[in-house]
């Protein structure tokens, strides 16, 4: 079935670089946005941005900017965010989503990832 | 900060109906029809339950529903159910923010 599957569980000191991976399947990839949402501890859902797949377009929160890089590879439909500079404060739950195109589900995330757990730790 | 306002909580018994709002601006909420709602499980991925404001995606039941007025937007669950405790959010196109989320409701079935 229709599905996005991410990396696992990561667990980095401060100042490090996290890339996570999120693998589609069961649709064709290009024509889609995949986004970034992540979810801090009691806190609640983040956009983080998004990358076209069919232009390598991006959009980035401002928060963020400077620190995040979101890339894909069409050969084997995976999405990649990779966040620097680690702080405490970045320690989540990263989540990837397919976003809805004009013809079904406008800008609403219909497909979403399991999750991948990123800790920030000395 | 949250771009767009949520309750904190909301509760109700079974078989009551229960509403969210998610107050926004003029340049989120009310700026396109494109208002999506997700409920949110503990250790689950969020869920699409309404988008494009009021539309439901197949296979989700009809007991919920969306609305919006101006700028705020509402998500209505009638027929309560146990199964629908869970945390439900907002989010909505911003031209000039892209996507912006509500801070999140947590919905209590007594």
Same mark, same amino acid.
């Given at each position: 079935? +229709? #599905?996005? +599957?991410?990396?696992?569980?990561?667990?980095?000191?401060?100042? !490090?670089?996290?890339?996570?991976?999120?693998? !589609?399947?069961?649709?064709?990839?290009?024509?889609?946005? =995949?986004?970034?949402?992540? #979810?801090?501890?009691?806190?609640?859902?983040?956009?983080?941005?998004? =990358? $076209?797949?069919?232009?390598?377009?991006?959009?980035?929160? #401002?928060?963020?900017?400077?620190?995040?890089?979101?890339?894909?590879?069409t050969s084997t439909s995976t999405a990649y965010m990779e966040l620097r500079s680690l702080r405490s404060d970045d320690t989540a739950i990263y989540y990837c989503a397919r976003l809805g195109t004009a013809t079904s589900y406008y800008y609403a995330m219909?497909?979403?990832?399991?999750?991948?757990?990123?800790? +920030? $730790? $000395? | 900060? @949250? &771009?767009?306002?949520?309750? &904190?909580?909301?509760?109700?018994?079974?078989?009551?109906?229960?509403? %969210? @709002?998610?107050?926004?601006?003029?340049?989120?909420?009310?700026?396109?029809?494109?208002?999506?709602?997700?409920?949110?499980?503990?250790?689950?991925?969020?869920?699409?339950? %309404?988008? *494009?404001?009021?539309?439901?995606?197949?296979? %989700?039941?009809?007991?919920?529903?969306?609305?919006?007025?101006?700028?705020?937007?509402?998500?209505? %669950?009638?027929?309560?159910?146990? *199964?629908?405790? &869970?945390?439900?959010?907002?989010?909505?196109?911003?031209?000039?923010?892209?996507?912006?989320?509500?801070?999140?409701?947590?919905?209590?079935?007594?």
């Amino acid at each position: 079935q +229709v #599905q996005l +599957v991410q990396s696992g569980e990561e667990v980095k000191q401060p100042g !490090a670089s996290v890339k996570v991976s999120c693998k !589609a399947s069961d649709y064709t990839f290009t024509p889609y946005t =995949i986004n970034w949402v992540r #979810q801090a501890p009691g806190q609640g859902l983040e956009w983080i941005g998004w =990358i $076209s797949v069919y232009n390598g377009n991006t959009n980035y929160a #401002q928060r963020l900017q400077g620190r995040v890089t979101m890339t894909t590879d069409t050969s084997t439909s995976t999405a990649y965010m990779e966040l620097r500079s680690l702080r405490s404060d970045d320690t989540a739950i990263y989540y990837c989503a397919r976003l809805g195109t004009a013809t079904s589900y406008y800008y609403a995330m219909d497909v979403w990832g399991q999750g991948t757990t990123v800790t +920030v $730790s $000395s | 900060q @949250s &771009a767009l306002t949520q309750p &904190a909580s909301v509760s109700g018994s079974p078989g009551q109906s229960i509403t %969210i @709002s998610c107050t926004g601006t003029s340049s989120d909420v009310g700026s396109h029809d494109l208002v999506s709602w997700y409920q949110h499980r503990p250790g689950k991925a969020p869920k699409l339950m %309404i988008y *494009e404001d009021t539309k439901r995606p197949s296979g %989700i039941s009809n007991r919920f529903s969306g609305s919006k007025s101006g700028n705020t937007a509402s998500l209505t %669950i009638s027929g309560l159910q146990a *199964e629908d405790e &869970a945390d439900y959010y907002c989010c909505s196109y911003a031209p000039t923010k892209n996507l912006v989320f509500g801070g999140g409701t947590k919905l209590t079935v007594l």
